[in-house]
């Protein structure tokens, strides 16, 4: 028996035109996704399984959602459960970019079809397809926000810069677009590195290679870890002189390593005043958006990107050609890939963007006008 139109099923779970999928049926007989998340211990992956669940779910597709927590070998098992669970499409969202090859590639081999989720896979040709929010963007509007707020009339105005793991390519593609939006500023005085001596070294360098970026990850990576981000935040305003305090900037990966961050540069009495960026719109830090204590965050509507993913594979269990825009390249391909739009939150959009929207509800927070 054929299902709702898959259009439909989403225009009323998420109140969004996805005319992407418009018009395709799906039969459930013999059809099953299987994805593939980071860890449970975030808020944003279990936001992502919920609109997964919801939307596969209610458009007649069995699906089983499996976290990796944290380990390459336990994204491995999962993967190959759901290959004995009989999977036609597997979407994964990779631990680790590059170790996650060897998981796809038996994927590939069994004959599924693999999307890589937000986080594109390295190093190897079994990755089908690639649905992201557009990465770069979002580390440039981090920058951007920035040097929109940075104090006037200032020079050497003191720049912390953090980043995410060094295993995730997001991260690259997060800082790239950060550092190109920030480097002029850098390179002419206006912004001083506080907490980088490789960054410094490489001030004049508006497009980094790989390598380059390599090495400034490597002295300021936050591994996506709350408790890293803290201490190397601790470390790094221990180690600070006068001149690396009062009003500062501070480029933090995301919503979890932004709080860790926030709430250390406002306990040192040096530090007169503070912006600092985030991603992910996690409640704990739209709360402290609405607080003052975190400058913004990036939203990136995980219903969307969700719903990208499911009008991918949907089109995949058709037989169709999936729509992409754009292509990353993963060292061994040009992988075509689809994106999805980003937006900045701050204090005064708040109500507008995620509560209006239905993303949130009011009563989620405290303190909004």
């Not at 035109?17 to 980071?38: K, Q, R």
């Not at 975030?42 to 597709?61: T, Y």
């Not at 098992?77 to 631990?95: D, F, M, P, S």
């Not at 939203?299 to 089109?315: G, H, I, P, Y």
Request: hydrophobic content about 40%; proline content about 2%; aromatic content about 6%.
């Amino acid at each position: 028996m054929k299902k709702k139109l898959l259009s439909v099923l989403l225009a009323g779970a998420m109140c969004l035109s996805m005319t992407a999928v418009s018009g395709i049926e799906a039969d459930a007989a013999g059809v099953e996704v299987g994805i593939v998340l980071p860890t449970k211990d975030e808020p944003r992956w279990l936001q992502d399984q919920a609109q997964f669940e919801a939307i596969l779910g209610d458009a007649g597709f069995t699906n089983q959602v499996l976290f990796s927590q944290g380990s390459s070998a336990t994204e491995r098992t999962n993967v190959e459960t759901l290959l004995n669970a009989g999977i036609k499409v597997l979407i994964i969202c990779a631990q680790d970019a590059a170790a996650a090859s060897a998981a796809v590639e038996e994927a590939k081999d069994a004959g599924v079809t693999v999307i890589a989720y937000d986080r594109l896979i390295t190093g190897t040709e079994a990755v089908d397809y690639y649905v992201t929010f557009d990465s770069m963007a979002v580390g440039a509007a981090q920058g951007q926000y920035l040097l929109d707020n940075m104090p006037e009339g200032e020079t050497e105005i003191p720049l912390y810069l953090y980043a995410g793991a060094a295993t995730d390519n997001n991260a690259f593609l997060f800082f790239e677009g950060a550092w190109e939006t920030l480097q002029p500023k850098i390179a002419d005085g206006t912004l001083k590195i506080a907490n980088s001596s490789e960054a410094e070294a490489l001030k004049d360098k508006q497009v980094l290679e790989r390598a380059d970026q390599s090495k400034i990850i490597g002295q300021v990576t936050t591994d996506w870890d709350f408790n890293v981000a803290k201490s190397k935040a601790e470390s790094n305003l221990t180690a600070a002189g006068a001149d690396a305090k009062g009003d500062v900037l501070i480029l933090a990966p995301n919503d979890g390593t932004s709080r860790s961050i926030a709430d250390v540069f406002v306990t040192d009495p040096d530090i007169t005043s503070y912006q600092i960026t985030g991603q992910d719109t996690e409640k704990a830090s739209v709360q402290y958006v609405i607080d003052g204590k975190q400058s913004m965050t990036v939203f990136k509507d995980t219903r969307k990107l969700a719903a990208d993913s499911v009008a991918m594979a949907v089109a995949i269990l058709n037989g169709e050609v999936p729509e992409t825009d754009t292509t990353y390249d993963n060292g061994v391909k040009e992988v075509p890939s689809k994106q999805t739009d980003i937006q900045v939150v701050t204090k005064d959009n708040v109500q507008e963007v995620l509560i209006d929207s239905g993303y949130y509800e009011a009563s989620d927070f405290t303190g909004l006008e």
